[in-house]
């Protein structure tokens, strides 16, 4: 058995540990450290995508306990993307914050490590008590994460988001007891055998099971009502910070994706759980998300409203998570993440040269250094305003032909596109604000190497992804093929052998 599955979890895990033990050596050491285990968690990564691009399903049992009962983690197609899009924007991150910010507070590498293994472990699992369990991981450091550097602004947001997860992982725990309780499995292949044979009596616990689980990783997601905590959250902590958060919204996402087609499938315990009421509050929350923007007074608020229209968007394509709609959203998410997160580190590099005027849209002068900045911007917001040529007009496109029916497509298509003529709107009005002002310019600063090198990897990523939207969209088919497949996904888990008996409640 090979034990690569698991490289991307332990690589950062064993490299926290060995920092927190060391404490407090030289800065350098601990940069070290860190960005090795990221590159090397990152190569790990690369291997699983090679793997799994061969069409087979790698299937990694600690302690060799076959599954359902022992620990599995997974590694489809869809698996190994979300593992490398962990990765990609982790490196950035973590490069952004050796300007300074990692210095603000301490174990900030250990804890950023902890992040990214918990983040990997969210992708990678393929039992639904153990996400809880890489959810708490990354929640934990998270928590730290947010009000590293102080400040009474990231105190009073990491108080209301500590206090939203905390009930979110209470309802997590409820909703897993319950499955258990009546399936008597949480391996996500096992629930897809166990769910059509729900028993009539058991019918209603189950569904409320699944609806409470199904709010959770809503909640992870930020999606209307859930929606109001991610601004003021994600705005507040620093820009290294907030561009890995991009991405941990996507762990709800990607989660109810996966248990909606693998173990929903034509359970009547789980049908209709969706719709009509998942796209309605998605739509709501790309037009909440847009109101944001346009209400926001910092270019991170921006941003952060902008993961706010990605959830939505993400969201309405996993209601109608046909495989045509799976591949689009598949294709967009990449770029929206990593989009999105370089459009926070951007705002903290913007902060760092305008002084007291920091990432704030009001006029002063130009920043320093307008090309290389003013042209990073301009890729950035031509890819989130999803205009042609970019990445992001191609996501946008196929999820407009892919995702919603009948009426619902009508919506779709008047609430995407007049969301991203919002979008275009503010961002270029802030473009004027920071880079055309004729006032004199802020003198010029040198870039340091790291963040200088972060900004270019993410501004980089929109090009990069158009030039090849062929095979990155042909990998998008095939990850979706694959997920919506299912019996090779529960073979590659179970075995072909006999059924299994399960434990059932008293």
């Given at each position: 058995?090979?034990?690569?599955?698991?490289l991307?979890?332990?690589?950062?895990?064993?490299?926290a540990?060995?920092?927190?033990?060391?404490?407090?050596?030289?800065?350098?050491?601990?940069r070290?450290?860190?960005?090795?285990?990221m590159?090397?968690?990152?190569?790990?990564?690369?291997?699983?995508?090679?793997?799994?691009?061969?069409?087979?399903?790698?299937?990694?049992?600690?302690?060799?306990?076959?599954?359902?009962?022992?620990?599995v983690?997974?590694?489809?197609?869809?698996?190994?993307t979300?593992?490398?899009?962990?990765?990609?924007i982790?490196?950035?991150?973590l490069?952004?914050?050796?300007?300074g910010?990692?210095?603000?507070?301490?174990?900030f590498h250990?804890?950023?490590?902890?992040q990214?293994?918990?983040?990997s472990?969210?992708?990678?699992?393929?039992?639904l008590f153990?996400?809880?369990?890489f959810?708490?991981?990354?929640?934990?450091?998270s928590?730290?994460l947010?009000?590293?550097?102080?400040?009474?602004?990231?105190?009073?947001?990491?108080m209301?988001?500590?206090?939203?997860?905390?009930?979110?992982?209470?309802?997590?725990?409820?909703?897993?007891?319950?499955i258990?309780g009546?399936?008597?499995?949480?391996n996500?292949a096992d629930?897809?055998?166990v769910?059509?044979?729900?028993?009539?009596?058991?019918?209603?616990?189950?569904?409320?099971?699944?609806?409470?689980?199904a709010?959770?990783?809503?909640?992870?997601a930020?999606?209307?009502?859930?929606?109001?905590?991610?601004p003021?959250?994600?705005?507040?902590?620093?820009?290294?910070?907030?561009?890995?958060?991009?991405?941990?919204?996507k762990?709800?996402?990607?989660s109810?994706?996966?248990?909606s087609?693998?173990?929903?499938?034509?359970?009547k315990?789980?049908?209709?759980?969706?719709?009509?009421w998942?796209?309605?509050?998605?739509?709501?929350?790309?037009a909440?998300?847009?109101?944001?923007?346009?209400?926001?007074?910092?270019?991170?608020?921006?941003?952060?409203?902008?993961v706010?229209i990605?959830?939505?968007?993400?969201?309405?394509?996993?209601?109608?998570a046909?495989?045509t709609?799976?591949?689009?959203?598949?294709?967009?998410?990449?770029?929206?993440?990593?989009?999105?997160?370089?459009?926070?580190?951007?705002?903290?590099?913007?902060?760092?040269?305008?002084?007291?005027?920091?990432?704030?849209?009001?006029?002063?002068?130009s920043?320093?250094?307008?090309?290389?900045?003013?042209?990073?911007?301009?890729?950035?917001?031509?890819?989130l305003?999803?205009?042609?040529?970019?990445s992001?007009?191609?996501?946008?496109?196929?999820l407009?032909?892919?995702?919603g029916?009948?009426?619902?497509?009508?919506?779709w298509?008047g609430?995407l596109?007049?969301?991203?003529?919002?979008?275009?709107?503010?961002?270029?009005?802030?473009?004027?604000?920071?880079f055309?002002?004729p006032?004199?310019?802020?003198?010029?600063?040198?870039?340091?190497?790291?963040?200088?090198?972060?900004?270019?990897?993410?501004?980089?990523?929109?090009?990069?992804?158009?030039?090849?939207?062929?095979?990155?969209?042909?990998w998008?088919?095939?990850?979706?093929?694959?997920?919506?497949a299912?019996?090779?996904?529960v073979?590659?888990?179970?075995?072909d052998?006999?059924?299994?008996?399960?434990?059932r409640?008293?």
């Amino acid at each position: 058995m090979s034990h690569l599955p698991i490289l991307p979890i332990l690589i950062p895990f064993v490299a926290a540990a060995l920092l927190l033990l060391l404490g407090r050596t030289a800065a350098p050491f601990h940069r070290t450290v860190a960005m090795g285990a990221m590159l090397l968690g990152a190569a790990s990564t690369l291997a699983l995508a090679s793997e799994a691009g061969t069409g087979a399903i790698s299937v990694y049992a600690l302690g060799n306990w076959r599954a359902p009962f022992g620990i599995v983690l997974v590694v489809d197609r869809l698996a190994a993307t979300m593992a490398m899009l962990v990765y990609a924007i982790a490196i950035p991150a973590l490069l952004m914050a050796t300007g300074g910010t990692d210095r603000l507070g301490r174990h900030f590498h250990a804890l950023f490590l902890l992040q990214v293994a918990g983040l990997s472990g969210a992708f990678l699992t393929g039992d639904l008590f153990n996400l809880f369990v890489f959810f708490e991981i990354l929640l934990l450091a998270s928590y730290a994460l947010l009000v590293h550097g102080g400040g009474a602004q990231r105190a009073q947001s990491g108080m209301a988001y500590v206090i939203l997860n905390l009930v979110g992982s209470t309802l997590f725990l409820v909703a897993v007891a319950f499955i258990y309780g009546t399936l008597g499995t949480l391996n996500m292949a096992d629930i897809a055998i166990v769910l059509p044979n729900v028993p009539a009596g058991d019918l209603a616990l189950v569904r409320t099971a699944f609806a409470i689980l199904a709010a959770v990783f809503l909640l992870k997601a930020a999606v209307l009502p859930m929606a109001f905590w991610l601004p003021h959250v994600y705005s507040a902590a620093t820009p290294a910070v907030g561009a890995l958060f991009a991405i941990m919204t996507k762990v709800g996402i990607v989660s109810l994706l996966r248990l909606s087609v693998i173990g929903f499938g034509t359970a009547k315990a789980t049908q209709g759980l969706l719709l009509p009421w998942l796209p309605v509050l998605a739509l709501a929350t790309i037009a909440l998300g847009t109101v944001g923007v346009f209400a926001a007074k910092r270019l991170a608020t921006i941003a952060a409203n902008l993961v706010l229209i990605s959830s939505g968007t993400l969201l309405f394509a996993v209601a109608f998570a046909d495989g045509t709609a799976t591949a689009a959203l598949l294709y967009y998410l990449p770029h929206t993440t990593l989009a999105t997160g370089g459009l926070f580190l951007l705002s903290g590099l913007l902060a760092e040269r305008r002084g007291e005027l920091g990432d704030r849209l009001v006029r002063g002068p130009s920043v320093g250094n307008r090309a290389m900045i003013g042209g990073a911007f301009a890729v950035l917001a031509v890819g989130l305003a999803a205009l042609p040529p970019l990445s992001g007009f191609l996501g946008k496109l196929m999820l407009l032909q892919g995702a919603g029916s009948g009426a619902w497509k009508t919506i779709w298509w008047g609430t995407l596109l007049l969301s991203g003529l919002g979008v275009t709107l503010v961002l270029s009005r802030s473009a004027s604000l920071l880079f055309w002002q004729p006032e004199t310019p802020f003198p010029s600063r040198p870039f340091g190497f790291g963040p200088g090198l972060a900004l270019v990897l993410l501004v980089v990523v929109g090009p990069a992804l158009t030039i090849g939207a062929a095979p990155v969209a042909g990998w998008a088919r095939a990850a979706s093929e694959q997920l919506h497949a299912r019996d090779p996904y529960v073979s590659a888990v179970l075995g072909d052998g006999p059924d299994t008996e399960r434990e059932r409640r008293p």
